[in-house]
């Protein structure tokens, strides 16, 4: 006999959602309490297909080989509601902006807000619009990526009413970063998002981009968020991606990228925020003489788990490609991260370097790392590698020795692990924000 559910509220009350019929009534009824688009169009197709795609799907568990270590059950205890336009004060704004980031695109619960975005200083050769008031020029490219049948980004896809599109016109170099900002304003239920972006960098142009997500104020939230990035021939693009979510926060991403030959693309991620968090960079090099390099730092305290699993897939020969992820653990919180290269048969002469360095700063802390080379192709230059350590005692007593207390010492050998790449974001601001906000937690957190 089935079950029959009515609302969110049937289905979660006491329950962990473990069955797959649970799971998969679950995600209908996330789908039937979506809000419309303000003007219905080819958006709203492309919206339809994603919804056919998740017919008799089911939200993953941890029975699901990809998701084995990253247990859902809390975001399926809870009941979302769509996110309402909500106002922001300039004060809770301020906290998020940075004076060397001065072209802004604000997104608020998952709506374009362009009277707190900053566009005045946009250069000539680059385009930026609401993803809702879009054309039809980006449909050849909207929802297009591998990978688009996956749930959650399928659930992205068949929700999200608003987000950005960014365009970097042919041969144009962009040196001023561009910040997207997507904020969520906590209410007195949970709320759910589905921010979506879609950059365009056209032949030889050169562009970066800082997109990042975070909250004005404390509140269970959901954010599911979908970047999509097209990078063309000889194009290149830095891009920068961040999430300090707050501590009881969900937050779910994709960053699908298809680079075209002789493109170079660097993604730089951080993961600070959120009780649960997962990422999934997936890049395919669809071209020769392409270079990607992939670098990111998770850090999970208390009871968080934070979540990387990343893909590179090589179609053509000759080209590079070089990942470093770092995890720091405390307390009982846990990280994972998978990280798959698949060099197939046509990717003659390909370079590729995976290193996963991670940080326990307590007996109790887990990490479970899976750097994953998977190599048919046999003229390759293929390594990878992945360690797990602690802070080295000799190393806090020679700080000691020098005058600084147990504490200092640490945070000096914390800082140092996590600068390799918080040192790769191009405002100075927010990197040191970064900074701060990694030892504020770390602090609080050690015992």
Known sequence: MSLQVSSLEELTEGKTLVSEQDRTQYLDQLLAQRSPLTQTGWLQNVRDRAQNLLHDQALPSTRDEDWRFTDLSALYRTTFRPAQPAAITATELEAWTASDLPIRMVVINGVFSPEHSTLDALPAGITVQPLATSDETIQPYLSQQQGMNEVFTALNTASFTDGVVIRVSKNQVIKTPLHLLFLTIPGAEPTMTAPRTLVIAEAGSSATLIEEYGATGEGSYWTNAVTEVFVAKNAQLRHTRTQRESATAFHIGKTAVTQARDSRYALTTLSIGAQISRHNPEIVLTG?????????????????????????????????????????????ARAIFNGRIEVPKAAQQTN???????????????????????IVANDVKCAHGATVSQLDDEEVFYLQSRGLDRKAACDILVKGFAAEITEKVPSVELRSRLLTSILSLIRNERT
């Open 352 to 374: 590729a370097a995976q290193l996963s360095r991670n940080l326990l700063l307590s007996p109790k802390a887990r990490v479970d790392t899976k750097p994953q080379l998977e």
């Open 288 to 332: 020769i003489q392409i270079e990607t390099h992939l670098n990111g730092l998770n850090l999970a305290v208390e009871t968080q788990l934070s979540d990387t699993h990343s893909l590179i897939h090589f179609a053509q020969p000759h080209c590079i490609a070089k990942q470093l992820h770092k995890c720091i653990v405390n307390d009982r």
